[in-house]
Nanobody
């Protein structure tokens, strides 16, 4: 059974940093991504990481202040968020799928069949 578990969300002051983690169990996924949903808004993409057949990772990020990375265990991904702003307040979701994508094609939410429950990030001014 596939399960995605996010952690690391908390309340921080503007300008601070956080690192979110997502652990996927049950299967290996070549594509893992972060999305977020702010109150009253649609869920939007944040970043994605794609593992190629040769074992290298490609990373794509919508936010220049955020960086996605993958641990050596393949199924743990991180989202490093720096210089946080109040508008970054949202529930952050991890998602995973198989296959390959490049750039914006990695942000198609409908293509992700596995999702975590989300972790709350609150940034105060």
């Amino acid at each position: 059974q596939v399960k995605l578990v996010e952690s690391g969300g908390e309340s921080v002051q503007a300008g601070g940093s956080l690192r979110l983690s997502c652990v996927a169990s049950g299967r290996r996924f070549s594509i893992m991504a972060w999305f977020r949903q702010a109150p009253g808004k649609d869920r939007e993409p944040v970043a994605a990481i794609v593992r190629s057949g040769d074992g290298t990772d490609s990373v794509f990020s919508v936010k220049g202040r955020f960086a996605i990375s993958r641990a050596n265990d393949y199924n743990t991904v991180y989202l490093q968020m720096d210089n946080l702003k109040p508008e970054d307040t949202a529930v952050y979701y991890c998602a995973a799928r198989h296959g390959y994508c490049v750039g914006e094609t990695c942000y198609n939410q409908a293509s992700y069949i596995h999702w975590g429950q989300g972790t709350q990030v609150t940034v105060s001014s």
